[in-house]
Protein backbone atom coordinates (compact mmCIF):
# COMPACT_ATOMS: atom_id res chain seq x y z
CA UNK A 1 0.00 0.00 0.00
CA UNK A 2 1.47 3.72 -1.40
CA UNK A 3 1.94 5.86 1.34
CA UNK A 4 -0.46 9.13 0.86
CA UNK A 5 0.36 12.31 -1.10
CA UNK A 6 0.19 15.53 0.54
CA UNK A 7 -2.87 16.68 -0.18
CA UNK A 8 -4.59 13.59 0.72
CA UNK A 9 -6.21 12.68 3.95
CA UNK A 10 -8.72 9.96 5.44
CA UNK A 11 -10.89 13.02 7.26
CA UNK A 12 -13.32 15.17 6.11
CA UNK A 13 -16.37 17.33 6.50
CA UNK A 14 -20.01 17.00 5.20
CA UNK A 15 -21.82 19.57 3.52
CA UNK A 16 -19.72 22.82 4.34
CA UNK A 17 -16.18 23.58 4.84
CA UNK A 18 -17.47 24.81 8.22
CA UNK A 19 -19.25 22.01 9.01
CA UNK A 20 -18.31 20.12 12.04
CA UNK A 21 -19.86 16.56 11.39
CA UNK A 22 -16.46 14.59 10.54
CA UNK A 23 -16.64 11.66 8.39
CA UNK A 24 -13.43 8.85 7.93
CA UNK A 25 -12.66 7.44 4.83
CA UNK A 26 -14.11 3.03 4.87
CA UNK A 27 -10.87 1.76 4.61
CA UNK A 28 -12.72 -0.99 2.24
CA UNK A 29 -13.08 0.09 -1.05
CA UNK A 30 -16.40 -0.97 -1.67
CA UNK A 31 -17.67 0.74 1.46
CA UNK A 32 -16.06 4.03 0.47
CA UNK A 33 -17.92 3.52 -3.27
CA UNK A 34 -21.00 3.12 -1.26
CA UNK A 35 -20.38 6.49 0.81
CA UNK A 36 -19.61 8.53 -2.06
CA UNK A 37 -22.91 7.39 -4.29
CA UNK A 38 -24.91 7.89 -0.74
CA UNK A 39 -23.40 11.65 -1.14
CA UNK A 40 -23.57 12.31 -4.66
CA UNK A 41 -27.63 11.03 -4.06
CA UNK A 42 -28.19 13.43 -1.52
CA UNK A 43 -26.62 16.40 -3.27
CA UNK A 44 -23.84 16.21 -0.15
CA UNK A 45 -20.20 17.15 -0.59
CA UNK A 46 -16.51 16.89 1.27
CA UNK A 47 -14.58 19.14 2.41
CA UNK A 48 -11.82 20.25 4.10
CA UNK A 49 -12.28 21.28 7.59
CA UNK A 50 -11.43 25.34 8.52
CA UNK A 51 -12.38 24.42 12.36
CA UNK A 52 -8.96 22.29 11.98
CA UNK A 53 -6.46 24.98 10.53
CA UNK A 54 -7.82 23.14 6.43
CA UNK A 55 -8.30 25.10 3.58
CA UNK A 56 -11.71 24.80 3.04
CA UNK A 57 -12.37 23.22 -0.60
CA UNK A 58 -13.84 20.75 -1.92
CA UNK A 59 -12.60 17.21 -1.86
CA UNK A 60 -13.31 13.76 -3.50
CA UNK A 61 -13.76 10.59 -1.94
CA UNK A 62 -10.84 8.27 -3.93
CA UNK A 63 -11.74 4.85 -4.16
CA UNK A 64 -9.96 2.91 -6.68
CA UNK A 65 -8.48 -0.61 -6.89
CA UNK A 66 -5.00 0.31 -5.94
CA UNK A 67 -5.03 2.34 -2.66
CA UNK A 68 -7.09 2.24 0.56
CA UNK A 69 -9.65 5.18 0.18
CA UNK A 70 -8.84 8.52 1.00
CA UNK A 71 -9.89 12.20 0.65
CA UNK A 72 -8.51 13.81 -2.32
CA UNK A 73 -7.87 17.93 -3.02
CA UNK A 74 -8.20 19.44 -6.23
CA UNK A 75 -4.62 19.56 -7.96
CA UNK A 76 -4.58 23.14 -7.54
CA UNK A 77 -5.46 23.24 -3.99
CA UNK A 78 -3.10 24.66 -1.47
CA UNK A 79 -3.35 23.61 2.06
CA UNK A 80 -0.95 23.52 4.82
CA UNK A 81 -2.87 20.89 6.56
CA UNK A 82 -0.31 17.75 8.08
CA UNK A 83 -1.24 14.40 8.70
CA UNK A 84 -0.74 14.83 12.42
CA UNK A 85 -2.21 18.37 12.26
CA UNK A 86 -4.88 16.65 10.54
CA UNK A 87 -5.67 13.57 12.42
CA UNK A 88 -5.68 15.01 15.91
CA UNK A 89 -7.86 18.24 15.01
CA UNK A 90 -10.45 16.19 13.12
CA UNK A 91 -10.67 14.06 16.18
CA UNK A 92 -11.22 16.84 18.84
CA UNK A 93 -14.12 17.79 16.16
CA UNK A 94 -15.76 14.42 16.53
CA UNK A 95 -14.87 14.03 19.85
CA UNK A 96 -16.34 17.80 21.11
CA UNK A 97 -19.47 16.73 18.46
CA UNK A 98 -20.08 13.48 20.59
CA UNK A 99 -19.72 14.68 23.79
CA UNK A 100 -22.47 17.15 22.80
CA UNK A 101 -24.89 14.94 21.40
CA UNK A 102 -24.61 12.94 24.33
CA UNK A 103 -25.20 16.11 26.88
CA UNK A 104 -27.91 17.84 24.86
CA UNK A 105 -29.65 13.79 24.26
CA UNK A 106 -29.52 12.68 27.46
CA UNK A 107 -30.11 15.93 29.72
CA UNK A 108 -31.56 18.97 29.98
CA UNK A 109 -28.59 20.76 30.04
CA UNK A 110 -27.08 22.98 27.16
CA UNK A 111 -23.56 22.66 25.14
CA UNK A 112 -21.48 24.99 23.65
CA UNK A 113 -18.93 24.83 21.50
CA UNK A 114 -16.04 26.84 21.04
CA UNK A 115 -16.96 29.81 23.43
CA UNK A 116 -14.65 32.71 23.66
CA UNK A 117 -12.91 33.25 26.87
CA UNK A 118 -13.42 36.65 28.67
CA UNK A 119 -9.90 37.83 27.26
CA UNK A 120 -10.79 36.90 23.99
CA UNK A 121 -7.45 35.16 23.54
CA UNK A 122 -8.55 31.68 23.98
CA UNK A 123 -12.06 29.45 23.22
CA UNK A 124 -13.24 26.57 25.51
CA UNK A 125 -14.16 23.47 23.69
CA UNK A 126 -17.49 23.00 25.58
CA UNK A 127 -19.14 24.60 28.13
CA UNK A 128 -22.11 22.82 29.77
CA UNK A 129 -24.87 25.08 31.48
CA UNK A 130 -28.25 24.60 32.76
CA UNK A 131 -31.07 26.33 31.52
CA UNK A 132 -31.03 29.24 33.64
CA UNK A 133 -27.40 29.64 33.07
CA UNK A 134 -26.44 29.60 36.59
CA UNK A 135 -24.21 26.96 36.86
CA UNK A 136 -21.37 26.59 33.74
CA UNK A 137 -18.85 23.36 33.60
CA UNK A 138 -16.33 23.61 30.75
CA UNK A 139 -15.01 20.45 29.35
CA UNK A 140 -11.85 20.74 27.70
CA UNK A 141 -10.19 17.96 25.24
CA UNK A 142 -6.64 17.82 25.68
CA UNK A 143 -4.94 15.89 22.72
CA UNK A 144 -1.56 17.28 21.99
CA UNK A 145 1.11 17.86 24.77
CA UNK A 146 0.31 19.99 27.59
CA UNK A 147 2.36 21.11 30.76
CA UNK A 148 0.65 21.45 34.23
CA UNK A 149 1.46 24.96 34.44
CA UNK A 150 -0.21 25.83 31.35
CA UNK A 151 -2.83 23.71 32.07
CA UNK A 152 -3.41 25.69 34.96
CA UNK A 153 -2.77 28.66 33.49
CA UNK A 154 -5.65 28.12 31.05
CA UNK A 155 -7.89 26.74 33.95
CA UNK A 156 -7.47 29.69 35.63
CA UNK A 157 -8.96 31.90 32.81
CA UNK A 158 -11.65 29.59 32.15
CA UNK A 159 -12.87 29.75 35.57
CA UNK A 160 -13.12 33.62 35.45
CA UNK A 161 -16.44 32.69 33.38
CA UNK A 162 -17.14 29.29 34.87
CA UNK A 163 -17.64 27.41 37.82
CA UNK A 164 -16.15 24.03 37.09
CA UNK A 165 -13.39 22.73 34.38
CA UNK A 166 -12.48 19.28 33.74
CA UNK A 167 -9.41 18.35 31.46
CA UNK A 168 -9.81 15.35 29.06
CA UNK A 169 -6.87 14.02 27.83
CA UNK A 170 -6.21 11.90 25.06
CA UNK A 171 -3.03 10.30 26.12
CA UNK A 172 -1.98 9.61 29.20
CA UNK A 173 1.84 10.50 28.57
CA UNK A 174 0.91 14.26 28.75
CA UNK A 175 2.16 16.38 31.45
CA UNK A 176 -1.05 17.97 32.65
CA UNK A 177 -2.52 14.59 33.03
CA UNK A 178 0.42 13.07 35.20
CA UNK A 179 0.34 15.86 37.35
CA UNK A 180 -3.27 15.57 38.34
CA UNK A 181 -2.89 11.69 39.03
CA UNK A 182 -0.03 13.01 41.17
CA UNK A 183 -2.45 16.26 42.80
CA UNK A 184 -5.99 14.16 42.86
CA UNK A 185 -5.05 10.44 42.58
CA UNK A 186 -6.80 10.57 38.96
CA UNK A 187 -7.46 12.00 35.37
CA UNK A 188 -9.64 11.59 32.94
CA UNK A 189 -9.53 10.44 29.79
CA UNK A 190 -11.34 10.25 26.41
CA UNK A 191 -10.78 8.73 22.85
CA UNK A 192 -13.08 8.31 20.12
CA UNK A 193 -13.77 5.24 17.44
CA UNK A 194 -13.00 7.58 13.88
CA UNK A 195 -14.74 5.36 12.01
CA UNK A 196 -17.79 4.21 14.08
CA UNK A 197 -17.73 7.38 16.50
CA UNK A 198 -18.04 5.61 19.62
CA UNK A 199 -16.67 7.68 22.62
CA UNK A 200 -14.94 6.78 25.82
CA UNK A 201 -14.32 8.17 28.68
CA UNK A 202 -11.90 6.61 31.12
CA UNK A 203 -10.16 7.43 34.52
CA UNK A 204 -6.46 7.39 34.52
CA UNK A 205 -5.13 6.76 38.04
CA UNK A 206 -3.01 4.02 40.42
CA UNK A 207 -5.67 1.44 40.46
CA UNK A 208 -3.68 -1.63 41.98
CA UNK A 209 -0.01 -3.28 41.62
CA UNK A 210 1.72 0.39 41.98
CA UNK A 211 1.11 0.61 38.38
CA UNK A 212 -1.29 3.42 36.28
CA UNK A 213 -3.87 2.56 34.26
CA UNK A 214 -7.02 3.36 32.44
CA UNK A 215 -10.52 2.21 32.92
CA UNK A 216 -12.60 2.80 30.04
CA UNK A 217 -16.61 3.07 29.95
CA UNK A 218 -18.78 4.06 26.95
CA UNK A 219 -20.46 7.36 27.34
CA UNK A 220 -24.00 5.66 27.99
CA UNK A 221 -22.02 4.59 31.45
CA UNK A 222 -21.02 8.24 32.63
CA UNK A 223 -23.42 10.86 33.68
CA UNK A 224 -23.03 14.78 33.94
CA UNK A 225 -22.58 16.36 37.25
CA UNK A 226 -22.52 19.99 38.01
CA UNK A 227 -18.60 19.49 39.09
CA UNK A 228 -17.97 17.19 36.13
CA UNK A 229 -18.34 14.21 35.09
CA UNK A 230 -19.63 10.75 36.75
CA UNK A 231 -19.70 7.51 35.95
CA UNK A 232 -21.90 5.23 38.68
CA UNK A 233 -19.97 2.18 38.22
CA UNK A 234 -16.75 3.68 39.45
CA UNK A 235 -16.53 1.19 41.62
CA UNK A 236 -16.57 -1.60 39.29
CA UNK A 237 -14.15 0.30 36.86
CA UNK A 238 -11.78 0.47 39.59
CA UNK A 239 -12.01 -2.90 40.12
CA UNK A 240 -12.01 -4.21 36.67
CA UNK A 241 -8.44 -2.39 36.47
CA UNK A 242 -7.31 -4.09 39.70
CA UNK A 243 -7.84 -6.85 38.37
CA UNK A 244 -6.22 -6.23 34.76
CA UNK A 245 -3.34 -4.66 37.01
CA UNK A 246 -2.53 -7.94 39.29
CA UNK A 247 -2.88 -10.08 35.84
CA UNK A 248 -0.49 -8.31 34.12
CA UNK A 249 1.71 -7.95 37.05
CA UNK A 250 1.62 -11.68 37.22
CA UNK A 251 2.18 -12.46 34.16
CA UNK A 252 5.27 -10.17 33.77
CA UNK A 253 8.11 -12.49 33.79
CA UNK A 254 10.42 -12.34 37.05
CA UNK A 255 13.29 -9.37 36.26
CA UNK A 256 16.72 -10.67 37.02
CA UNK A 257 17.93 -9.50 40.47
CA UNK A 258 18.07 -5.16 40.67
CA UNK A 259 21.18 -3.44 42.02
CA UNK A 260 20.71 -0.15 44.29
CA UNK A 261 21.79 1.58 41.26
CA UNK A 262 19.39 0.39 38.40
CA UNK A 263 16.50 1.51 40.51
CA UNK A 264 17.60 4.77 41.16
CA UNK A 265 18.29 5.42 37.89
CA UNK A 266 15.39 3.83 36.55
CA UNK A 267 12.92 5.96 39.08
CA UNK A 268 15.45 9.09 38.68
CA UNK A 269 14.38 9.22 34.51
CA UNK A 270 11.16 8.19 35.05
CA UNK A 271 10.65 11.25 37.93
CA UNK A 272 12.06 13.47 35.91
CA UNK A 273 10.63 12.36 32.70
CA UNK A 274 6.83 12.76 33.65
CA UNK A 275 6.52 14.79 37.17
CA UNK A 276 6.91 18.45 37.04
CA UNK A 277 9.81 19.78 37.92
CA UNK A 278 8.87 20.29 41.77
CA UNK A 279 7.33 17.14 42.50
CA UNK A 280 10.23 15.30 40.65
CA UNK A 281 12.67 17.70 43.15
CA UNK A 282 11.25 16.10 46.11
CA UNK A 283 11.05 12.48 45.13
CA UNK A 284 14.50 13.08 43.96
CA UNK A 285 15.98 14.20 47.10
CA UNK A 286 14.47 11.10 49.34
CA UNK A 287 15.99 7.96 46.76
CA UNK A 288 19.10 10.42 46.55
CA UNK A 289 19.70 10.18 50.19
CA UNK A 290 18.87 6.29 49.94
CA UNK A 291 21.53 5.82 46.85
CA UNK A 292 24.51 7.50 48.31
CA UNK A 293 24.65 5.96 51.87
CA UNK A 294 24.37 2.69 49.87
CA UNK A 295 27.39 3.87 48.14
CA UNK A 296 29.15 5.11 51.43
CA UNK A 297 28.37 1.74 52.91
CA UNK A 298 26.16 3.49 55.18
CA UNK A 299 23.29 1.42 54.51
CA UNK A 300 23.40 -2.38 53.30
CA UNK A 301 22.47 -2.62 49.28
CA UNK A 302 19.93 -4.69 50.19
CA UNK A 303 17.89 -2.53 52.54
CA UNK A 304 18.68 -0.18 49.68
CA UNK A 305 17.19 -2.00 47.49
CA UNK A 306 14.07 -2.85 49.32
CA UNK A 307 13.47 0.80 50.07
CA UNK A 308 13.55 2.01 46.59
CA UNK A 309 11.03 -0.75 45.51
CA UNK A 310 8.72 0.54 48.16
CA UNK A 311 9.49 3.55 46.79
CA UNK A 312 8.59 2.49 43.10
CA UNK A 313 5.49 0.76 44.24
CA UNK A 314 4.37 3.90 46.65
CA UNK A 315 1.34 5.52 45.32
CA UNK A 316 1.20 8.68 47.83
CA UNK A 317 1.53 12.60 46.77
CA UNK A 318 4.36 14.22 46.84
CA UNK A 319 3.36 16.34 49.68
CA UNK A 320 3.03 13.19 51.76
CA UNK A 321 6.78 12.87 50.46
CA UNK A 322 7.77 15.84 51.54
CA UNK A 323 6.14 15.72 54.88
CA UNK A 324 6.69 11.80 55.86
CA UNK A 325 9.88 11.29 54.11
CA UNK A 326 11.69 14.41 53.42
CA UNK A 327 10.32 16.02 57.18
CA UNK A 328 12.73 18.73 58.53
CA UNK A 329 15.77 16.93 57.76
CA UNK A 330 18.25 18.30 55.87
CA UNK A 331 21.07 15.81 55.33
CA UNK A 332 20.81 12.33 53.79
CA UNK A 333 21.37 10.59 56.56
CA UNK A 334 18.44 12.03 58.43
CA UNK A 335 16.28 11.29 55.35
CA UNK A 336 17.10 7.70 55.57
CA UNK A 337 16.59 7.31 59.04
CA UNK A 338 13.38 8.76 58.52
CA UNK A 339 12.40 6.61 55.55
CA UNK A 340 13.47 3.79 57.24
CA UNK A 341 10.88 4.53 60.11
CA UNK A 342 8.23 4.93 58.21
CA UNK A 343 8.76 1.97 55.95
CA UNK A 344 9.05 -0.26 59.00
CA UNK A 345 5.96 1.25 60.81
CA UNK A 346 3.73 0.94 57.46
CA UNK A 347 5.17 -2.64 57.08
CA UNK A 348 3.79 -3.80 60.45
ZN1 LIG B 1 -7.24 21.36 2.64
Same mark, same amino acid.
Given at each position: ?? @?????????? +??????? %?? +???????? $??? %???RSEAQESRTSFFCSIAV???? !???????????????????????????? @?????? @?HLAIQEELKRWIEGTTSLRCDLEVATSDRKGR?????????? @???LGLEIQLSPLTHAEMQRRSNIY?????? /?????????????? !?????????? %? /??????????DLGYFGFHGGGSL??????????? /????GLYSPSIKSVLEEAKAKAEIEHASKPKPPPETY? !????????? $?? !?????? $??? /???RVIAAIYRSARKGQLDESTAVELLVWLRDLTKHSAWWRRQLLGPGRKGPEIVIRVLEVYRSQKQ
Open positions: MS @TMRRHDTIYA +VVGSPEA %RD +VVTAPAEK $YAA %RRMGGCG !SKLKLAAGDMRIPYFSHAPQAVCDLSDA @TARDGY @TSDLVVRDAED @THRLKCMNH /VQWLYGHEEIQACR !SQVERGGYAF %R /VRIDMETKECQTAWRPLRDWI /VRRNQ !SIYTGLSEE $YG !SVLTAE $YAA /VRE
